[in-house]
């Protein structure tokens, strides 16, 4: 199983990222899609998941700003992340579970002010 996360970058505060992460060697469509971050110095937080069946749920200070979709079709998660704030700053990884979870490489997203 390999996750590939990418889309990230360096923005300013206000602006917008749109994150990817395709996966290879899993069944995508019965699989629990989720995004998580780590700040320098913090501990990995989880961000949003995508349940299989349809079910969004998002941490709260992302709440309104960040949006997870799914393509079953390419087997791949986004998170699409507006109003950006310099607290949105970490490595984001992706993550798929089935009956184990897996996870990806992370990608740099650093927010300027």
């Known amino acids: 199983v390999q996750l590939q996360a990418s889309g990230g970058g360096l923005v300013q505060a206000g602006g917008s990222l749109r994150l990817s992460c395709a996966a290879t060697g899993i069944i995508f469509s019965v699989s629990t899609m989720k995004w998580y971050r780590q700040a320098p110095g913090k501990q990995r937080e989880w961000v949003a998941t995508y349940f299989r069946s349809g079910l969004t749920t998002y941490e709260d200070s992302v709440k309104g700003r960040f949006s997870i979709s799914r393509d079953n079709a390419k087997n791949t998660v986004y998170l699409q992340m507006n109003s950006l704030k310099p607290d949105d700053t970490g490595v984001y990884y992706c993550?798929?579970?089935?009956?184990?979870?897996?996870w990806g490489q992370g990608t740099q997203v650093t927010v300027s002010s």
């Open positions: 993550a798929a579970t089935t009956v184990r979870t897996y």
